[in-house]
């Protein structure tokens, strides 16, 4: 069985004194904005969620040692970034066409930054519904990405009608480096509090199919601000 993910990345490179940039690290909404407005035009006004429409997922780090932000942005669609200004960037714009086939068996590292929500049972909303907290430590997110790690339910001891969406792939539990990140906020939506983690690893591809739908649609919450792309890259190395 084999699938392939073809899909466009786009890198960018800021000066985080750019007003653009600066305003961007310091408000999710802001962050936002500037990955979507590469992509105007595709879907019409009004539409619902036309960042999934557009198969938009997004990541970004920042290097205060060379006042550096580094925005990289998947998307199904061709993106226009004339909006950003040029005096923002600090080198050329690269996109790139990612055609990636997934065979059962492949083995790739992989790196994303992801928001994780557990159910706490201890914890019920008004209508008696398991409450949704954020994983806030590496051993809490571990324990979330592991149980969608998929060679067998069995292995995993997830069982099947637990509502967990396995992701296509073995994860070496071993491999795993996880670092807690900066929470996301923003002026534009009180309560807006978005926990983050750093995942490295290494994965095997089990089902090729689920495996492009993590790829494609993202992982975990928060995938309109910057969490869940899984960048993949062959090999172990």
């Known amino acids: 069985m084999t699938a392939r993910l073809i899909t466009c990345h786009s890198i960018i490179a800021l000066d985080t004194r750019h007003p653009v940039a600066a305003r961007s690290l310091l408000d999710a909404q802001d962050m936002h904005r500037l990955v979507m407005s590469g992509f105007r035009g595709w879907v019409e006004d009004g539409d619902p969620d036309p960042r999934a429409q557009m198969g938009i997922l997004s990541t970004w780090t920042v290097d205060l040692r060379t006042d550096t932000l580094l925005l990289v942005v998947q998307s199904k669609v061709a993106p226009d970034w004339s909006l950003v200004p040029r005096d923002a960037l600090t080198r050329r714009i690269e996109t790139l066409s990612v055609d990636q086939p997934l065979r059962k068996g ?101 089902d090729p199919e689920a495996l492009h739908r993590t790829l494609t649609d993202g992982l975990g919450s928060g995938r309109a601000y910057g969490c869940g792309l899984v960048l993949v890259r062959d090999g172990q190395g």
Not at 123 to 135: D, E, H, I, L
Not at 148 to 160: C, K, L, M
Not at 179 to 185: A, D, E, G, S
Not at 191 to 199: H, N, Q, S
């Open 106 to 206: 492949d083995r790739f590292t992989f790196r994303t930054v992801l928001s994780a929500l557990t159910a706490r049972p201890d914890r019920p909303t008004a209508t008696g519904r398991s409450r949704k907290v954020p994983a806030t430590n590496p051993d809490q997110v571990r324990t979330w990405l592991m149980k969608r790690s998929q060679p067998t339910v069995e292995d995993q001891g997830t069982p099947p009608d637990s509502g967990v969406r396995f992701i296509g792939a073995e994860i070496d539990r071993r491999s795993l480096a996880i670092r807690m990140l900066p929470p996301v906020t923003s002026r534009h939506h009180a309560g807006l509090k978005i926990t983050r983690a750093e995942v490295r690893g290494h994965l095997t591809v089990c």
